[in-house]
């Protein structure tokens, strides 16, 4: 099983901001067990929708000079809180904010709203490093485009 659970980037804002949404869907199979005849998305998942959110903002943000390119790691959750679940039908409206950028760091603040009701807050810690994988990078890159797919984006998907 795969967890890409980001569906699409609305907006972006390079070195300050994005948006993007996840549908949370019936289909989706952690909804199956995760509660039976009551479903709801696991809060970390929010968070882990958040997190590549937040990762695409850090690397489409970085020097368009590095190559090969760093890429995001999440390597820490805090003051992560739970307003509301998601449920199969609701539309996660993710935002990922760049709050404070460190040598090979970064602090994003990130949130999801459901129907303009808070969901999920929360802040993530992520290093920048090198990764020497092509396949890693051409990963990437096609999901980042898949996900801004409707968006011109004025900066070069690497």
Do not use: N
Request: with cysteine.
């Amino acid at each position: 099983m795969r967890y890409i659970l980001l569906d699409r980037i609305t907006f972006v804002q390079p070195g300050e901001l994005a948006k993007g949404i996840k549908c949370v869907s019936l289909t989706d199979e952690i909804l199956h067990d995760h509660f039976p005849d009551h479903p709801l998305l696991p809060g970390v998942l929010s968070i882990e929708a958040a997190a590549q959110l937040a990762g695409f903002l850090l690397e489409i943000s970085s020097p368009e000079t590095e190559d090969p390119p760093k890429r995001s790691l999440l390597v820490q959750i805090d003051k992560a809180k739970f307003h509301r679940p998601a449920r199969p039908g609701d539309t996660l409206e993710l935002f990922a904010q760049l709050k404070q950028g460190m040598d090979g760091a970064a602090r994003v603040d990130v949130g999801a709203d459901i129907a303009g009701e808070k969901s999920m807050r929360g802040s993530l810690t992520f290093m920048l490093r090198e990764i020497p994988s092509e396949r890693v990078h051409a990963q990437r890159r096609y999901l980042y485009e898949l996900w801004t797919r409707d968006l011109d984006l004025k900066v070069k998907i690497r």
